[in-house]
């Protein structure tokens, strides 16, 4: 079958090794509608839960959706996995199976020892762009070029004081809690508050009221991006019709059903197949004992006891 087939077959599921430009990228489940990767080791049996999965697509007529990505942070196995390599695979996938369009939530985020932050938000006043830019994704309220320069504005501009400019006890509250050496808090950019103060915070133990303000210092800086235009956070992907392209080399593991594993002939010398390489043992079945079975079995059971006895 090819990947198209695989991958739209509305009633099965395929467990596929997927290889990419000479790479291994890892096992998955293919079917349904749905791309689902499992990790770079064999699993032992399907999942029954989507929890299970590190990364989940669901394909709705020419649309596929990012459903999940790295997001519990009980993946150990997934939190060590090079994204590249995936946004990659799809770039390759998507368009072989007919989708021109790629869209998700952009929920990425930074977790701390004691908080974490939603990097749509907070992490551009950091680095300026949002995470899936890097991978081709795009939004009009932060990828565009007016949005662009929007963006530069509010990073070079933004201070402390504008974040609270009407909430003066919240700001002498987050000057006592956190900022202990800067005389001149109230005029601090907005990015060197996160970097200098919220990061180091949230880095370190802290009592409870910390982690409180640490908490409404993060919801608020999102309020204030919203109230300034940046609340979509729906990214998108566009694919153009390329011919010659890129293809992944799909490996299909057929798990044998256990019934036809049992029941398999296996040949041997005696009926021409050669040397035997494998051994598959039936469980016997043993006939129900009736009467006539009884005397020949106790017949040939005395007749070897006789030869036996003429031997010694």
Same mark, same amino acid.
């Given at each position: ?132 830019? #890097? @991978?081709?994704?795009?939004?009009? *309220?932060?990828?565009? %070029? &007016? ?5 530069? /504005? ?82 998108? #992907? @566009?694919?153009?019709?390329?011919? *010659?392209?890129?293809? %992944? &080399? ?5 798990? /044998? ?56």
């Amino acid at each position: 079958m090819d990947l198209k087939s695989l991958i739209l077959n509305p009633e099965k599921e395929t467990i596929s090794l997927i290889h990419l430009d000479g790479q291994q990228v890892g096992y998955f489940l293919l079917g349904k509608n749905k791309i689902s990767f499992f990790g770079d080791k064999m699993p032992t049996s399907l999942p029954k839960t989507k929890e299970q999965m590190c990364i989940s697509i669901e394909i709705t007529d020419n649309t596929a959706y990012l459903d999940d990505f790295f997001l519990l942070q009980d993946k150990i196995d997934c939190t060590e996995l090079d994204s590249s390599i995936f946004f990659k695979l799809f770039d390759v996938v998507l368009p072989e199976i007919g989708m021109n369009e790629f869209k998700l939530v952009d929920e990425s985020y930074i977790s701390l020892n004691n908080c974490s932050w939603v990097l749509l938000n907070v992490g551009f006043f950091i680095k300026g762009r949002t995470y899936y830019e #890097k @991978y081709g994704f795009t939004n009009d *309220d932060h990828t565009t %070029p &007016d949005a662009k320069e929007r963006i530069v /504005e509010l990073r070079n501009t933004t201070t402390l004081n504008d974040l609270y400019l009407n909430d003066p006890d919240r700001l002498k509250e987050i000057y006592d809690e956190l900022i202990v050496d800067n005389d001149n808090y109230k005029e601090m950019l907005l990015k060197d508050f996160i970097l200098n103060y919220v990061k180091p915070a949230c880095e370190l133990n802290y009592n409870r009221k910390k982690y409180d303000i640490l908490e409404t210092i993060l919801n608020d800086i999102t309020e204030f991006l919203h109230e300034n235009g940046f609340y979509d956070s729906w990214f998108r #992907k @566009y694919y153009p019709v390329v011919e *010659d392209k890129l293809k %992944p &080399d799909i490996v299909i593991i057929e798990p /044998e059903d256990e019934d036809e594993v049992k029941n398999k002939k296996i040949k041997t010398r005696s009926n021409g197949g050669g040397r035997r390489k494998n051994k598959i043992y039936k469980n016997k079945i043993y006939k129900k004992k009736t009467k006539k079975n009884y005397k020949n079995y106790k017949k040939k059971t005395n007749r070897r006891r006789t030869i036996n006895k003429y031997k010694r």
